[in-house]
């Protein structure tokens, strides 16, 4: 079965300082992994994906992952974090072996409350 | 370019009332898919369509229809309103299933739906 965990509900970190958002996830074969973000009243909004490649995926904003598997995570991170940065991120996973009824799922962690205050 | 438009945002039901959640896109997009989204549990996969006059069920069909006969368009139907659908709905496209290709899954900003 395929499944994401954000151990963290709330993530805390003032403004200037580094972040990370935790992500592990389980899937039988080879991952497809992604970041979204979601301001409050809007949809989600894509940050990265890493597909295959390179183990540090960059994206939109200055965010930037890295795919660890042997350690199965994917954790977002930020050198520098803004206020503006405050939002609910999700981390999701598919797993690239997916054929016929359960092609094209995305499977969401249950979301990542980040907060930067000034 | 508008991307993907749901409406209504906002609906209160009663209870065993039925309406239709609509939900556009203008990037001629074949991949469209229907989440909600309830706290703590993030968003769960309620149907998914693969093109005009192909859906599928997704992790939490039950209570829901869809149906897909234009390209353009993904209606979600509540038959049978019940308190345990209140949440809030996402609509989603992309060009192909998520991950096949490089061009990300697009959201509307959702539909608030209560039902009392």
């Known amino acids: 079965a395929q499944s994401v965990a954000q151990p963290e509900d709330q993530v805390n970190v003032a403004e200037g300082n580094p972040l990370t958002v935790k992500c592990t996830y389980s899937v039988s074969g080879n991952p497809y992994l992604f970041w979204y973000v979601q301001y409050p009243n809007r949809g989600l909004q894509f940050l990265l994906k890493y597909i295959t490649g390179d183990n540090l995926v960059k994206g939109s904003y200055g965010f930037e992952a890295e795919f660890n598997k042997s350690q199965t995570s994917f954790h977002l991170k930020k050198p520098s974090a803004l206020v503006s940065d405050s939002a609910l991120y999700f981390c999701?996973?598919?797993?690239?072996?997916?054929?016929?009824?359960?092609?094209?799922?995305?499977?969401f962690g249950r979301g990542t409350q980040l907060t930067v205050w000034p | 370019n508008a991307g993907v438009t749901q409406t209504p945002k906002f609906q209160v039901l009663k209870t065993g009332q039925s309406m239709t959640l609509q939900c556009a896109q203008d990037m001629n997009h074949e991949y469209m898919s229907w989440y909600r989204q309830d706290p703590g549990m993030g968003l769960r996969l309620i149907h998914y369509s693969v093109g005009a006059g192909i859906t599928d069920q997704g992790e939490v069909p039950n209570g829901y229809n869809v149906s897909r006969s234009t390209t353009e368009d993904f209606p979600l139907r509540l038959l049978s309103a019940a308190p345990s659908q209140t949440s809030v709905y996402f609509c989603a496209s992309s060009y192909s299933s998520p991950g096949s290709s490089n061009q990300p899954q697009h959201f509307g900003d959702g539909t608030r739906l209560s039902i009392l």
């Open positions: 999701a996973v598919r797993d690239s072996a997916d054929r016929g009824s359960t092609l094209g799922r995305l499977y």
